[in-house]
Every structure is written in C-alpha cells, then in structure tokens.
C-alpha cells in the first residue's frame, strides 16, 4: 500500500483529499504546518508528499528545502492556488517532482500521484 502525506493549511482540503485516496487503497497522513510535515515525514517516510505552497509560518518551499534533506526518494508535488513562474521553478530546483493547481481536479491530482508513483514500482 502506498503511503501518501497531504500538506495544507486547510484541513477540509487535506480531509477531502484523505477521503478520496484511502477510497483508492492508498494510506494516507495529514499535516497541517510546513513543521508537522517534516516530523511526519521524518517518522513515517510516505512514498509521495502533496504539499502546498502558501501556508501559515513555515510556506510550502521552506518546507521542500527539509523535506529534500530528509529523503531524496521522497516525491514531492506542490500545490498551490496561484500560477507563479518563480515558485514553480523554485520548487523544480529544489526537487519537486510535480507541480498541481488549485482548485483541484481530482482526476487530474490522480494522475500526477500515480504518475510520480509509478516511476519507482
């Protein structure tokens, strides 16, 4: 089963996320801060990270700089609200494997999950 950790500030957004992917099979984690997603990823090592760009305290960038240093493995796709060139390339050079729009499209965020998934079975 692959394990999945989902990074928002917005827990209705993490909840309907976490709903739609363990009704897939997929065992999935919720963070709420850039902070929580490092311990998290530090303690339960999930395949692939959904992790959104503008949150409160520690931003979704900040958040990758630790997360890459963490685990190399680790997919990354951001996420955001917002379509900033600069963010994008940013997240690239630091090893986002992904970048994704809101308001999500489930179909389109499945996709890209079993896309960056795919590349390692």
Do not use: W
Not at 23 to 50: C, F, N, Q
Not at 53 to 78: F, S
């Amino acid at each position: 089963m692959h394990k999945i950790l989902v990074v928002d500030d917005e827990s209705d957004i993490c909840d309907f996320v976490k709903n739609f992917f363990q009704e897939r099979g997929y065992e999935v984690l919720i963070a709420l801060s850039g902070e929580d997603a490092i311990e998290l990823s530090r303690k339960e090592s999930p395949e692939l990270i959904l992790l959104d760009i503008k949150m409160k305290g520690m931003d979704g960038l900040a958040a990758l700089k630790h997360l890459r240093e963490i685990n190399k493995k680790q997919k990354v796709i951001m996420v955001t609200a917002t379509e900033d060139q600069n963010k994008m390339d940013e997240a690239s050079r630091q090893g986002a494997a992904d970048y994704i729009l809101k308001p999500l499209m489930l179909d389109y965020l499945e996709n890209a999950v079993e896309r960056n998934l795919g590349e390692d079975i």
